[in-house]
């Protein structure tokens, strides 16, 4: 376990298709609080997430409605009228539909996915549910009811927006990733969504990401 997270709550914001990283922080807290009193931030994990294609890593993003105002993340919705949805299953299933574990999985995902949600948080929230118990991984996972303003807590660490597909995972020093194999490419690329992970290598996911813990 890396010592910066022993005995601590983890407060981190909801991602779409969380990534690895992600995945490490939680699986390290003793309880997760959500964000969800914070302003919508574009440009983020909060509605975007990364896989790997034959053309290489690839972002996938959700369109929101009124993205260009400032609103808090519990009031965000997404953009139906842009057929999303369809778009990107369309692209997880020429990305991973040859996968080992593109099968065991690709159901359970399907009904979260397609269940007509509106607001991203909830959206988002579901899907990390679904994928904790995919991994079985068992946290507790409460929303915040206020804005939390921490600087240096003893109980809490804030990992808010520390995870931004702008910067390298390197930078915040929790990852060591623990290669497995890919679909594409001659060379390893880490942190990627956790779909990435979960279509290539099933049960064996929550072990791959707790020996990428630094």
Same mark, same amino acid.
């Given at each position: ?17 969380p ?27 909060r ?31 997404v ?12 692209? &997880?299933?020429?990305?991973? *539909?040859?996968a080992?574990?593109? @099968?065991?999985?690709? =159901? %359970?995902?399907? !009904? ?18 679904? &994928?904790?118990?995919?991994? *079985?991984?068992?946290?507790?996972? @409460?929303?915040?009811? =206020? %804005?939390?303003? !921490? ?37 390893? !690329? ?25």
């Amino acid at each position: 376990m890396n010592q910066a997270f022993q005995n601590k709550d983890l407060l981190i914001e909801l991602h779409y298709f969380p990534s690895v990283e992600y995945l490490a922080c939680i699986l390290q807290a003793d309880k997760v609080l959500l964000e969800v009193k914070e302003n919508f931030v574009k440009q983020t994990y909060r509605n975007r997430c990364r896989l790997l294609t034959s053309q290489g890593a690839r972002d996938l993003t959700i369109p929101i409605v009124a993205g260009n105002k400032k609103q808090p993340m519990e009031k965000i919705q997404v953009d139906d009228s842009q057929n999303w949805r369809m778009i990107h299953w369309r692209s &997880i299933k020429t990305a991973y *539909g040859k996968a080992p574990f593109y @099968e065991h999985y690709i =159901d %359970y995902l399907e !009904v979260v996915f397609f269940s007509e949600e509106s607001s991203l948080l909830q959206f988002n929230y579901q899907l990390l549910k679904l &994928i904790l118990k995919l991994m *079985g991984i068992s946290k507790k996972l @409460e929303f915040t009811t =206020d %804005y939390v303003k !921490v600087s240096d807590s003893e109980k809490i660490i804030d990992m808010r927006g520390r995870l931004n597909p702008k910067k390298s995972y390197t930078e915040n020093d929790i990852l060591e990733p623990l290669a497995y194999p890919q679909l594409f490419g001659n060379e390893f !690329v880490a942190n990627l969504s956790v779909l990435d992970l979960l279509f290539c290598e099933g049960p064996n996911a929550k072990y791959v990401i707790q020996q990428s813990v630094k």
